[in-house]
T-cell receptor, first 113, second 114 residues
Framework: LAKTTQPISMDSYEGQEVNITCSHN???????ITWYQQFPSQGPRFIIQ???TKVTNEVASLFIPADRKSSTLSLPRVSLSDTAVYYC??????????????FGTGTRLKVLA | NAGVTQTPKFRVLKTGQSMTLLCAQD?????MYWYRQDPGMGLRLIHY???????AKGEVPDGYNVSRLKKQNFLLGLESAAPSQTSVYFC?????????????FGPGTRLTVT
């Protein structure tokens, strides 16, 4: 299992771009990187997923360097409603025989006015 | 399309009592999961299922049992509740293999064991 390491917390101001980096030194060849967002009293919500280089959707971008030992979730122009906990997960869910997902404690992002 | 629903939303148990948490999904997902989340912590996987009639242990399976008799339902049972099982329980479901992986989470069940 690839263990992930993220900052415990981050503060930002409205309108700024926020980058949250996740370290996963032991990532395996078939592993994908997935990010989730969780608001208080709610279940996590999928944000973005990638394997290498850059992935972008309507919510965020995910940057993955060539060695794939880390990844960076980028949230453009955050608002107060982006205050949440962000989790980085690494794994190969295509292989059901070895499924095990570790959410960890995530990064608590607080957006200030 | 309700997504993932959980029953009940809240429950208070006394030590030693038993209960079953029900998770239902209407997305025809093969995979289903049960997690627990304790204050200030991330989610920990209790049990999961990769298809109807199958279950497997996650990180913290002790004290819990599960069943997946129907594809759309995943039940989590506590046979003899303990205060250490006070937590918020989340159910999730997902598709099977492929190049996209996304778990859909339910709203959670807040369980207190006194």
């Amino acid at each position: 299992l690839a263990k992930t390491t993220q900052p415990i917390s981050m503060d930002s101001y409205e309108g700024q771009e926020v980058n949250i980096t996740c370290s996963h030194n032991n990532i395996a060849t078939n592993d994908y990187i997935t990010w989730y967002q969780q608001f208080p009293s709610q279940g996590p919500r999928f944000i973005i997923q990638g394997y290498k280089t850059k992935v972008t959707n309507e919510v965020a971008s995910l940057f993955i360097p060539a060695d794939r030992k880390s990844s960076t979730l980028s949230l453009p122009r955050v608002s107060l409603s982006d205050t949440a906990v962000y989790y980085c997960l690494v794994g190969d869910w295509r292989n059901s025989g070895t499924y095990k997902y570790i959410f960890g404690t995530g990064t608590r992002l607080k957006v200030l006015a | 399309n309700a997504g993932v629903t959980q029953t009940p939303k809240f429950r208070v148990l006394k030590t030693g009592q038993s209960m079953t948490l029900l998770c239902a999904q209407d997305m025809n997902h093969e995979y289903m999961y049960w997690y627990r989340q304790d204050p200030g912590m991330g989610l920990r996987l209790i049990h999961y299922s990769v298809g109807e009639g199958t279950t497997a242990k996650g990180e913290v399976p002790d004290g819990y049992n599960v069943s997946r008799l129907k594809k759309q339902n995943f039940l989590l049972g506590l046979e003899s509740a303990a205060p250490s099982q006070t937590s918020v329980y989340f159910c999730a479901s997902s598709y099977t293999a492929g190049y996209s992986y996304e778990q859909y989470f339910g709203p959670g069940t807040r369980l207190t064991v006194t």
